[in-house]
């Protein structure tokens, strides 16, 4: 499958969007270990905006940071939703109320511990009436996430965006399923080049039995293996690199060929080329 990157959106420990994470990414700037800053999205109403956790709001805004860059309408692209997480904060409240004795649990909190609430709260703050996927695919979600979103714009026609997204969870499952912080990840992808494409990617579905590609930058290595969605980090170090490399000229740069780690011995080789 070959198809093109429009629009990027990052959010994490010492990335603070796209603009700021390019340098840090292509090894040109330090990277620091700071804390997540969700900024305060104001696209959802006040009353739905109050019922969002960590998680929705995180998809929020890697989502929109990827579609402003690309400059296509939120409202007119079907979204790829891929995490491993879910909503972990709103999993521990519930199994706590369903261990007391009254086992009262919130309406609202019950609406949120669906796996796609993220893309129901999307589709209310971009008025969106286009299609969403919600997946999970443990440590592959992003993986998964990437095939599903690349498959639906090369069959249909139109741009999809990809929005990946963990958060950690609480104490007693963190010891069981730890998440070491949290993270989003968004994409727009378009199955033909246009002017506002960044970059184009190659990808296939092989059984390589090669090490799933790692990164050179300790810190950022150390996120890429703590937390699921990270896994989309030695693509992300590509991009930026190829974005932000104006010598020698295009033709000339060598493609990056990226390993991400799939499902039953697969693996995902991406290659990533200028545009």
Known sequence: MRISIEGIGVLGPGLN?????????????????TAVVIP????????????????????????????????????DLPAVFASSAGDGDNMHYIFDMLSRNGREVSPTRFHNSVHNAPSGYWSIATKSMAPTMSLACFDASFAAGLIEAATQTLASGNAVVLIAYDTPYPQPLHATRPINAALGVALVLAGNQTNRSLAELEISIVRAGTASTPIANAGLET?????????????????AALTLNTEPAPEKISPDRIYLDYIAGNQLEVVAHPC
């Open 17 to 33: 969007g796209w603009p700021a994470s390019q340098a840090i990414l292509a090894g040109a700037a330090p990277w620091a270990d």
């Open 40 to 75: 305060p999205g104001d696209l959802l109403p006040p009353a739905e905006r109050r019922r969002t956790g960590p998680p929705v709001k995180l998809a929020l805004a890697v989502g929109c940071e990827a579609i402003a860059q690309s400059q296509r309408n939120a409202a």
């Open 223 to 239: 996120l890429r293996l703590g937390i699921p969605t990270a896994r989309s980090l030695p693509l992300l170090t590509a991009l």
